[in-house]
């Protein structure tokens, strides 16, 4: 099963509407958003494509009451978490949580196939050893919205473990074609 991650979109609507078109149509069943949406409403760029949406709030949490009502309705199938969360997917504990060191606290544990955060705006896929004698993957796919940093979200394989950091490529609003967001254009 392949997955999207994503974190730190901060309402940047069509930075993540384009990372999780592209890594749907590169086979993603599901999404996990490590917090910092904000505006709930943000979600309907995504909820269209019909993926599950696995999503922890950050340090802007935006609007909780009006998430929570989002998560409520089947039809969007989003499932919220509030500050952290543990679910499995393809046979894999995965843990998400905004903040990156309560993500290595929870990886050193060795409860966790996958360990997911947002936060610093830095993609990083590492590989962290833990108490049980083997190693977890702490997965931070960046900010998918370009937030003082280029736009990336990591398309994961949980079949294999296999993940990789991928740059969000935004179409031309003229011709519909993509454009790497980090090329400027006069």
Not at 57 to 80: I, T, W
Not at 97 to 111: E, L, Q, S
Not at 121 to 146: Q, S, W
Request: overall charge negative; proline content about 5%; charged content about 20%.
């Amino acid at each position: 099963m392949k997955i999207c991650i994503v974190s730190d979109s901060h309402d940047h609507r069509d930075h993540l509407a384009a990372a999780v078109t592209e890594a749907k149509s590169l086979g993603a069943q599901a999404v996990i958003h490590c917090g910092d949406l904000v505006a709930p409403s943000t979600l309907h760029a995504i909820t269209p494509l019909g993926l599950p949406v696995h999503l922890v709030h950050g340090n802007n949490q935006g609007d909780l009451f009006h998430l929570s009502k989002l998560a409520h309705k089947p039809e969007n199938r989003v499932h919220y978490y509030g500050q952290d969360g543990s679910f499995t997917l393809a046979g894999k504990r995965i843990f998400v949580v905004h903040y990156p060191h309560y993500a290595k606290a929870m990886a050193v544990t060795g409860d966790y196939d996958l360990v997911c955060n947002g936060h610093e705006h830095h993609a990083v896929i590492e590989r962290i050893k833990n108490i049980k004698g083997g190693e977890t993957l702490r997965v931070d796919p960046g900010t998918v919205g370009g937030v003082s940093a280029p736009a990336t979200y990591v398309l994961g394989d949980l079949e294999n473990m296999e993940f990789e950091i991928r740059a969000v490529l935004l179409p031309e609003p003229a011709s519909g074609t993509q454009t790497d967001p980090k090329i400027m254009r006069a």
